[in-house]
């Protein structure tokens, strides 16, 4: 949105801040809806900076058709798709990833760690996992999501195993309601 100089529209304009949020929904579809989807948001939305947004993400996340022929999109749309992740309950980001890089340079406690000491701390790291391992096989619960997240996701999953091809503008207005951007 910075490169299209949106910003100011999207804080200002509930109507164009509602349809962006609705078009990066478009991930909550199922992958051979998308096309479809993409269709009604332009539809419903004909305004001229929101259809520039809805081009560009229709040439690098959907493909672009050009006469009866469709152009491949630079990001397949099952390169960013959680449609299926959601209903199987799978996490949807890397965030659990970033998080444990970011403690585990905190263990590492130094930027450039010699061979020798970041050996050892690997080792130590898979001390402490395998013990999490354990500890999961006898029925512990290791780490708690948080209660807000866990209510974001149960929401987030209710309105996608609802999905109902026919309502498909309702359908990413609710899934709209769930995003924090």
């Given at each position: 949105?910075?490169?299209?100089?949106?910003?100011?529209?999207?804080?200002?304009?509930?109507?164009?801040?509602?349809?962006?949020?609705?078009?990066?929904?478009?991930?909550?579809?199922?992958v051979d809806d998308v096309d479809a989807g993409l269709k009604k948001l332009r539809e419903e939305n004909t305004n001229k900076n929101f259809?520039?947004?809805?081009?560009?993400?229709?040439?690098?996340?959907?493909?672009?058709?050009?006469?009866?022929?469709?152009?491949?999109?630079?990001?397949e749309a099952e390169e960013w798709n959680i449609y299926a992740r959601v209903l199987s309950k799978e996490a949807r980001t890397n965030n659990a990833l970033e998080g444990w890089n970011g403690s585990f340079n905190k263990f590492?406690?130094?930027?450039?760690?010699?061979?020798?000491?970041?050996?050892?701390k690997f080792k130590e790291e898979q001390k402490n996992a395998e013990i999490n391992v354990e500890r999961l096989l006898?029925?512990?619960?290791?780490?708690?999501?948080?209660?807000?997240?866990?209510?974001?996701?149960?929401?987030?999953?209710?309105?996608?195993?609802?999905?109902?091809k026919n309502n498909v503008c309702k359908y990413l207005k609710a899934c709209s309601y769930s995003l924090c951007i």
């Open positions: 949105m910075q490169s299209f100089g949106h910003q100011k529209l999207y804080s200002e304009d509930e109507t164009f801040r509602s349809s962006v949020k609705k078009l990066l929904c478009l991930a909550f579809l199922p259809q520039q947004l809805a081009d560009y993400f229709e040439d690098t996340y959907v493909g672009a058709w050009r006469g009866s022929r469709k152009i491949r999109p630079k990001f590492v406690a130094t930027k450039h760690p010699s061979i020798p000491n970041l050996i050892h006898a029925g512990e619960r290791i780490r708690a999501t948080k209660k807000k997240v866990d209510t974001a996701n149960k929401r987030l999953y209710d309105i996608v195993s609802s999905y109902d």
